[in-house]
């Protein structure tokens, strides 16, 4: 096996052409059994095999700094720079990240897991290097689809006038995580049709000067071609075409359903289980609104790029026409459109997750708050419970968006609240909302939920005395589990459903303010900006007292669950241990 | 004069074409004595007059809806739609926004003041119409400079497979606020060279219908190209070629200095009065910023388009060369560009307003804090002394940045601690570091600041008992202020200088908690998700009592600074009451 003795990309260097095909062969077999097991990105890193073994050979990594979009398509940048025993050792496949880790290895230079960055970190690289006098080499690789996100624009637009080297790999397999959208891709078309010939190219209109490369699965095609731009003075783009899913027959058909997958059976490609179901919060939602939209053709449901986070599959979307809007990845997009949308008395819902709201920050403030357009947004996998990558966790949405002025942040504990929240929201056209939705599986509380969610009003599900728990959306579980611990301990503790994030029940809170000396929040995200703080600002110059339970303001790397609920004393028993002791 | 007749846009449609042109002449008369009396944007405005005039004549606003990009361009629009008094009656000047605003006519769809948000609204107007099965026109007009911005590169990429009616006005006076940066504007020009012929064009690269208009200051060309273009059924481009600050000669030659002006002298040009002075922190920091800069070619300093905001003029950036970077309206660039910066070894120092600093939430969450990239982000704008339009408003950058993990933010309160942060971290390796760049005139307090602001430490000012005064950056005046009143009344209150806006002195605080009943924090900024509410959590469980002075969460427009500190309760007279009632 060669694989095995590549332990850094310096040996990849004394292997013939034919070494390295096979090599390439033996690192989608690894892939393939290391995905199946594991599950991950799937269809990325299988047309990327052979553009990442020609750029480590050609480049001289870590001197030379190659910079994967996204990650999605680094596993083979992984395996290829000492990581190798994360795909071929099955006790260590999750001993590593799957994205860029610089605490992994000094060949991999950011953190990274979000879209369409590459090209302008790139160029600060390049930048620093010149102006350090250094002579390394920079390369950015990035996929058609994160091309369309609004970073990688303005950095193409400026590389265009940068002057000094800079290698932009654009690894084309025509896909975005779904089809891509914009007007780009038809000349992405063009080039790929002309072999890089057609007088139009976006990349040339850009200032850039390009090469294009029509095998890009082909190892010394790519060898050459990296060669002959490895040393130009500018930036260039080196635009490679290469198959999504190559090497496995389904993935290379159902390129969607492979951008990532689920552990998976080898031989006929069936998942092991399935991600959603009909109690997932993504399901509840696509069925909910296809059914409104039947009835309401000015109801549309948006995306940037993710349309399954709010279940709309293939069938689906398909279902819902001209009502479902997939803008490719551009969130920036996303939210303005749906504010022009509501102003026009249209009734637009946008779905995305917590870590890709990030991107919309002053969209949501300027376009949308700013005007209070009616725009409905559906913040998904926002909460702790949502283990991720240091990526991608969720945990900042609350501190990020609940602040903005002219915004309603809604937080349901059960399927029944949420869909009356998101009701409320579409039906009415005064104020801009966002409905933080539960991590968990949906569970049905089997009570109706009120259908008026214009003014604040806490619900006090049990009222009792001396200690109050405000315990908001996906944390009121906890809350009831810490209520009923108490009550064994002999106390009656209040319990509330905040419902509004960002907004006091001032009338609910001067009434718990009397007879109750201890007020407890829980909030399912970091304490800093959040929830609590809001509630021990008001209680600030009175005698209760209050203790908030939230997530630490940090980056986590890698944690477990339990662990990381037990050092932010987010346990019922740690919790109530806490409230003892504060009597 | 025919421009008094003009009550609306149906007025206009009955005059001949050399009436137009007469128009077009009394509006920049009145536009040339309003500006040279109160100041405003000028040379965009100059520019469009014809433009604004022909799209009035041709398109039946409020039904077709034209949105004005970043609004610089709509002061013609605002004389044609019924609000001709705040151009032509001196005692009127100052009754209307600078921007587009829906509460002053029905003519203006959106309050905006950000650049290169135009398209997306305009597509989610034109979306929300074919949903709804309405047939009004939807026109965006974005200057060339807003071009290179994310969210108008993100719409035009999708307005390319948008499917319906849609024009794009593009303004191309060959100018952003400086000179434009980034390889488009080479199209641009061959754009413009070629009569919009050239076989390269960047609009039909993003899959949109062309046509280009080169005397875009010709009432009659424009009548008919619009007329050409109004029925389009999918979307287009009309490119046209304007000349800002046309009619002012000095503004036709001086384009950058022309862009927004103070009142000035209509004979000479003269400024009646200078923006910035030596004692402006813009000056200050680039002042400071070349003399390290010559000192250590690794220093560099970054804009995104306002390079004024840090003091850097025409001849300031010359002298800085290779280390000033202008990546043109493209602050996601700007920001994830100064991390790469960071991560190879060179210094970047990135200078951005409070309100446009919303547009880089992600890239300072994830390009900048997840790696620690050392990039120091100096804050400007960011206060109520600096009062705004609402659109421009800064007081939301506390709840904004502060509450990203890895994030250290700084708030000096005179010359000599700001310019000791700004050393520091420019020469520290270890943090992400942002400033809040005191709003007013620079203060010389006369002491020496400490050196390192690695370690989390207020500066006790005075010690006293009873009350402690948190009184953060700008606002420490006010502490200071405050803490006098109280002496002549008897009560000696700790002043402490928190220096730290997200780090906690703890040892501080609980010493201070153990001779203080009462705790003031005052900060500059919107209370909710900001520094006050950190301290009232931390004494949530204390016998410490906790008031938080700040701003009220919301969008305030047409404030006057008295009045909104008076309903803020940010005067000393009403700290003091409040301070006596609560002790």
């Known amino acids: ?150 970073e990688a624009l303005e950095a193409l637009n400026y590389a265009g006038e940068f002057d000094g080297s800079l290698i932009i790999v654009v690894n084309d397999n025509d896909m975005s995580i779904a089809e891509n959208h914009g007007g780009m891709y038809k000349n992405l078309k063009e080039l790929r049709d002309s072999n890089g010939r057609c007088e139009s190219n976006i990349f040339k209109n850009f200032g850039l000067d390009y090469m294009y490369v029509d095998n890009g699965n082909d190892i010394a095609t790519l060898i050459d071609a990296f060669e002959s731009v490895k040393d130009t003075d500018h930036p260039i783009v080196v635009h490679i075409k290469t198959q999504k899913g190559k090497g496995y027959a389904v993935a290379e058909i159902e390129r969607e359903g492979w951008h990532a997958t689920a552990p998976f059976d080898i031989e006929t490609g069936n998942r092991l289980y399935s991600k959603n179901g009909a109690d997932s919060y993504s399901d509840i939602t696509a069925l909910h609104l296809l059914k409104r939209m039947k009835e309401d053709k000015s109801i549309v449901s948006i995306t940037a790029a993710t349309p399954t986070v709010a279940g709309f599959t293939k069938e689906r979307r398909d279902i819902a026409g001209a009502q479902f809007i997939d803008v490719g990845i551009a969130e920036e997009n996303a939210l303005a459109m749906a504010s022009g949308i509501a102003k026009a008395g249209a009734k637009p819902v946008w779905a995305v997750n917590s870590t890709f709201l990030q991107r919309t920050y002053d969209q949501m403030s300027h376009d949308v708050c700013l005007n209070s357009s009616p725009v409905t947004t559906l913040v998904f996998a926002s909460s702790i419970y949502c283990k991720s990558d240091v990526t991608h966790i969720g945990i900042y949405d609350i501190p990020m968006i609940s ?36 991590a968990s599986k949906a569970i049905c509380s089997g009570k109706v939920a009120r259908d008026d969610y214009s003014k604040c009003s806490y619900d006090i599900v049990r009222w009792g005395n001396e200690v109050a728990i ?72 009175t005698k209760t007292r209050v203790i908030n339970y939230g997530l630490k303001k940090e980056f986590p790397i890698r944690y477990t669950l339990e662990g990381i609920l037990e050092e932010n004393r987010l346990t019922t028993p740690q919790i109530v241990e806490d409230i003892l002791k504060s009597k």
């Not at 990650?71 to 795909?87: D, P, V």
């Not at 949420?418 to 005064?430: E, G, R, T």
């Not at 007879?515 to 304490?527: A, K, M, Q, Y």
């Open 1 to 150: 096996m060669i694989l095995e003795k590549i332990k850094s990309p310096k040996e990849l260097k004394a292997l013939s052409i034919s070494e390295l095909t096979a090599l390439s062969g033996e690192v989608r077999k690894a892939l393939l059994k290391k995905l199946s097991i594991h599950g991950g990105h799937f269809g990325s890193n299988f047309g990327i095999v052979e553009a990442t073994i020609a750029l480590h050979y050609v480049f001289n990594s870590p001197k030379d700094k190659l910079i994967f979009d996204v990650s999605h398509q680094s596993y083979t940048h992984k395996i290829l720079t000492g990581r190798a025993e994360a795909f071929l050792d099955e006790s260590k496949y999750n001993d590593y990240s799957g994205y860029s880790a610089p605490y992994e290895s000094e060949h991999d230079v950011f953190t990274m897991g979000h879209t369409s960055t590459s090209v302008s970190l790139a160029l600060g690289l390049a930048k620093a290097r010149d102006l350090l006098g250094e002579d390394n080499r920079v390369v950015a690789i990035i996929g058609d689809g994160s091309l369309s996100g609004g």
């Open 403 to 438: 602040n903005i002025p002219n915004l309603k942040y809604l937080a349901p504990t059960c399927k029944e609240e949420y869909l009356a929240m998101l009701d409320w929201s579409i039906d009415q056209s005064n104020e801009s909302v966002a409905i933080k939705v539960p």
């Open 470 to 541: 405000l315990a908001l959306g996906s944390f009121f579980s906890l809350g009831e589990e810490v209520c009923n611990a108490l009550e064994a301990k002999g106390i009656n503790a209040t319990l509330v459903n905040p419902l509004f994030i960002n907004e006091l029940d001032t009338l609910a809170l001067d009434k718990i303010g009397e007879n109750h000396s201890l007020v407890i929040t829980l909030e399912d995200g970091i304490l800093d900006g959040g929830f609590g703080e809001k509630i021990a600002r008001y209680y600030g110059n």
